[in-house]
């Protein structure tokens, strides 16, 4: 089985949805292995046409020889945040590059929120974005993070054992889900 690129959609050092995905890679490596999206910066054309940034290309090609890609994402206000966003641009250029990015990539969305909605906003609106890309969306299970204040410690270990079996059954789902 090739491995699962999972991606937090949050820069923030004590980030639930980082914390999440860090518990998913503990249970699940090497299966599951983490891309970093900090260094890429704000998709600008210009940039685009004069050389594609190193930290794109790195993660663009990790994500390419993926056989699954798992987003970790917060919600803001209703939607999915910009510097997530921000990154699956960037990935998706040049144009003629998204068939080989995304197209018939499997794509998971979970998500982890101190609120009580736990991201079903953001984890609704990715579907838009990926059916357009045409990756083919994980729909089978859904893994929303309420109240995540509770479910991790003060070092962003994953604490709940009813979360950790959720989440553990989704890993699983997703996984046979990328092997077919």
Request: glycine share 8%.
């Amino acid at each position: 089985m090739k491995r699962i690129l999972g991606i937090s959609g949050s820069l923030r050092k004590r980030s639930f949805n980082t914390a999440l995905l860090r518990a998913a890679e503990s249970r699940f490596h090497p299966l599951i292995e983490i891309g970093d999206i900090s260094q890429i910066p704000l998709y600008n054309a210009d940039i685009e046409s004069n050389a594609m940034p190193e930290p794109v290309l790195q993660l663009k090609s990790r994500l390419m020889d993926a056989g699954g890609l798992l987003l970790v994402t917060p919600e803001y206000n209703s939607s999915v945040p910009g510097v997530l966003k921000n990154a699956v641009d960037w990935l998706s250029r040049p144009s003629l590059d998204v068939s080989n990015v995304f197209h018939g990539k499997p794509v998971a969305v979970i998500g982890a929120s101190p609120g009580g909605f736990g991201t079903i906003m953001a984890q609704s609106a990715w579907l838009q974005v990926f059916h357009g890309m045409g990756g083919r969306f994980f729909s089978a299970r859904r893994l929303m993070v309420s109240g995540a204040s509770r479910a991790f410690d003060e070092h962003g270990n994953l604490t709940d054992e009813t979360l950790t079996e959720r989440l553990d059954q989704f890993i699983r789902a997703f996984r046979d889900f990328c092997a077919v």
